[in-house]
């Protein structure tokens, strides 16, 4: 269905796609093609959900229920994929702001230099406070008395604890969502000449 | 991956299911295997689907995302399905709680007195003000500065009217389990021997 044709989906098994059946579809050409190519970091995605998400979010032991698992594993997997590998798009408008200074750092190799550049210590704060407020919102059990314009729903007891759910984005969503960044501007940048 | 084996799980084309790779799960007997075993509404559930609640729902026109629809559409269709079946566990219940009732009107063919009888006009009105509080606070922006103990969602500036979602239950899930009930007991009651 054409799905890891458009460029805000990468793969799990690259090799294994096979060919859309549909036309293809003519995306808006924003990210460089020679820095996005070669950008999967999907066995990092896949190794940090099943080390570190899985023993935060479920319970030790086995409830038989391997399908409908599955499925749900798929689906988280394919989320989390997608959010990190936005990075890109975030990676690519930081260049725009700044070719210049991102071309040096790249053609002299100094990751850890871009790394610095592209860290934004307020926003990171910003983007887990909103985290940790969408898990107490959408983690929330209902009450129907509550439907009068006021608070809809109860954040005294979340279905999961939303400073868990905060914790996994500080620790697994930004960092491979900042190593998504670096590479695309190794990439990209060395290629630029001005 | 044995999904259509579980009792709460009808499938849209049972007879393009195939047999599990996985050995069978033990699920405790609570429906009664004659009223269950034929009972399926995914056609019904299809036909709301397709014409009640996408029009309410989406936008008209063509945005070219097949894929992604697609995918939506199976996952939604699935869930309202999954909702109008456990109709099933719902008149189960009502008939252990009244079987002599709903045998004799099951075996008096009386289709009305049933739906009459499983009708209860006060846990509707409850479900339907708990969906309208769901919509409101699952549909809701999140505001990061709430995130202090106070309403944690926005329900001014919903995604979705939440007056509206519970239209979609009173016009097509209340009576979609209700018929599954009602279908559910005519069977159920007929094989009644006291």
């Known amino acids: 269905m054409r799905r890891y044709t458009s460029p805000d989906e990468v793969a799990f098994h690259p090799a294994s796609v096979p060919a859309p059946l549909l036309p293809p579809l003519a995306y808006p050409p924003v990210l460089d093609a020679a820095a996005s190519a070669s950008l999967n970091l999907n066995d990092q995605v896949l190794a940090a959900y099943l080390g570190v998400c899985l023993p935060a979010l479920a319970a030790p032991g086995d409830d038989g229920n391997y399908g409908s698992a599955a499925v749900a594993d798929v689906a988280a997997l394919q989320a989390l994929s997608k959010r990190v590998h936005y990075g890109q798009f975030v990676a690519e408008a930081k260049f725009r702001a700044d070719p210049a200074g991102y071309a040096a750092l790249a053609q002299a190799h100094d990751r850890a230099g871009i790394y610095d550049r592209?860290?934004?210590?307020?926003?990171?704060?910003?983007?887990?406070?909103?985290?940790?407020?969408?898990?107490?919102?959408?983690?929330?059990?209902?009450?129907?008395?509550?439907?009068?314009?006021?608070?809809?729903?109860?954040?005294?007891?979340?279905?999961?604890?939303?400073?868990?759910?905060?914790?996994?984005?500080?620790?697994?969503?930004?960092?491979?969502?900042?190593?998504?960044?670096?590479?695309?501007?190794?990439?990209?940048?060395?290629?630029?000449?001005?």
């Open 118 to 194: 592209l860290t934004d210590a307020g926003v990171e704060a910003a983007v887990l406070a909103r985290v940790r407020a969408k898990a107490a919102a959408f983690g929330a059990d209902v009450d129907p008395e509550a439907d009068t314009g006021g608070p809809p729903a109860d954040s005294s007891s979340p279905k999961v604890d939303p400073a868990a759910v905060a914790g996994l984005y500080a620790d697994v969503v930004l960092p491979l969502t900042k190593e998504v960044q670096v590479r695309y501007l190794l990439t990209r940048g060395l290629a630029w000449d001005g």
